[in-house]
């Protein structure tokens, strides 16, 4: 990872946009309906430090270098991280191509490198991201606090978010019924914790773009993972980083039953056949997610 991604906050933050013409037209159109202040900077007031004090962020866009670069110093001296448009080397970070949808943004980000590579794969993901997906995340947001007073545990928070996701709370969510919403996610959390959890089983060989939808799911959602020492990198890199790693030898039929039967998820990568017999009369349930086909 070159850069890391970050996302800032900017609800009663003050945003500063320095320049001119169409570059900084573009940064206050992106910035538009954010709940941040915007300040815009023009000339001379650009190259003042005391303009950009208590800035968050600040983007200078103009082509005159010379503008550009006291504006860059300037936001500096006032300790303000600075993007500056088309020029990396006077940037503390760059401006990813983004998909906007409320509560929910995603960001793809080339370091500077080839922000047309990062539009042109915006426009393939943004069609996979709905546009309710934000009215959901404000749904969890708002009940975060009862979430986590009823379900202090959390393996427990993350079995209960992940069946809401996909229950009926978020599909009232997501076609605009928030009051609907509010009440059926209440009403699950007041019934607890309903699904178990489950072994999944997944082939940990590789190549990575032969595993399946739900295998990438499935990783990406995994409380535990067990993986054998061979399995494949790629792999085992779609799994979430905080997800507890448990070595094969560890991971007996007794201790996956209990994993389970506390609500845990666990994936399984394996590279070689797995008898499952055991797991079978310790009342596991186990999903085998094969690999597509080549």
Do not use: W
């Amino acid at each position: 990872m070159d850069a890391f991604p970050a996302f800032f906050p900017l609800s009663g933050r003050t945003v500063v946009i320095a320049g001119s013409g169409e570059p900084a037209q573009a940064k206050l159109r992106l910035l538009e309906g954010s709940p941040a202040r915007i300040v815009h900077l023009q000339g001379d007031a650009a190259a003042d430090p005391a303009a950009y004090a208590g800035a968050a962020l600040a983007f200078v866009a103009s082509a005159d270098d010379v503008f550009a670069q006291a504006a860059a110093a300037a936001a500096r001296a006032a300790h303000v991280p600075v993007n500056v448009v088309d020029r990396p080397q006077l940037c503390d970070f760059t401006t990813p191509a983004v998909i906007d949808r409320g509560e929910v943004v995603a960001a793809i980000g080339t370091g500077g490198a080839s922000p047309m590579l990062a539009t042109m794969l915006r426009a393939d993901i943004e069609q996979r991201v709905p546009e309710g997906a934000g009215r959901v995340a404000a749904l969890f947001r708002q009940l975060q606090d009862e979430v986590r007073a009823a379900l202090p545990q959390l393996h427990e928070r993350r079995t209960f978010l992940r069946e809401a996701l996909t229950g009926p709370a978020a599909a009232a969510a997501m076609a605009g019924d928030m009051d609907g919403a509010m009440r059926l996610l209440r009403e699950a959390l007041a019934g607890g914790i309903a699904a178990q959890g489950r072994i999944r089983i997944v082939t940990g060989r590789g190549p990575a773009d032969l595993l399946t939808l739900r295998a990438v799911r499935a990783l990406a959602a995994a409380d535990v993972i067990v993986a054998d020492p061979d399995a494949d990198p790629a792999i085992l890199s779609l799994a979430r980083r905080d997800a507890e790693r448990l070595q094969p030898d560890a991971a007996s039929a007794e201790r996956l039953a209990a994993l389970a039967a506390s609500g845990q998820s666990v994936v399984r990568v394996a590279t070689a056949p797995i008898v499952l017999t055991e797991l079978e009369q310790a009342g596991v349930a186990v999903e085998i997610l094969p690999t597509a086909a080549p």
